[in-house]
Structures are given as structure tokens and as C-alpha cells.
């Protein structure tokens, strides 16, 4: 398993469990990431921060500490 930090851009990954406590976890979660779900990395900003993906049909820019939490595969 990888984190979602470290996925490409233009691939597809599975979000296999999520890291982190309290309320940064329920704020991953509150964002429609949550385990099973597909997420589509659209972008990586030239340093990394931020991932931009698409899940459940939305966009979403996620911090690179938060793209480190979600453990994708």
C-alpha cells in the first residue's frame, strides 16, 4: 500500500483505510474519502502541495500532509 502522495497523475487508485485522528480524520471523511471509494488524481502542483482529485464527481484540492493520511491501492 502506498499513500495518495505518492500516486501519479492520471491514475486511478481505491482508498484502502485512512490515518490520522480526531478531526482530521472526520474532515478527510466529511470530503467523501472514505474506505473503497475511487479517487482520480487529476493534478500535483509543481512542489506537491496541493493534490487535486476527483471523487464521488467532485473536485477536491487536498494538502500534501492530508494526501500522506490516505492510504490508497
Known amino acids: 500500500m502506498k499513500s495518495l502522495k505518492e500516486v501519479a497523475c492520471g491514475q ?3 482508498v484502502k483505510r485512512l ?3 480526531g478531526p482530521v480524520k472526520r474532515r478527510i471523511m466529511d470530503m467523501g474519502i472514505t474506505k473503497g ?3 482520480y488524481v487529476r ?3 509543481p512542489f506537491g502541495d ?3 482529485v476527483t471523487v464521488r464527481g467532485y473536485e477536491l484540492s487536498l ?3 492530508d ?3 490516505i ?3
Open 12 to 14: 486511478s487508485v481505491t
Open 19 to 21: 490515518e490520522g485522528t
Open 37 to 39: 471509494v475511487s479517487v
Open 43 to 45: 493534478k500535483v502542483a
Open 50 to 52: 496541493p493534490v487535486e
Open 63 to 65: 494538502r500534501k500532509a
Open 67 to 69: 494526501a500522506e493520511m
Open 71 to 73: 492510504q490508497v491501492e
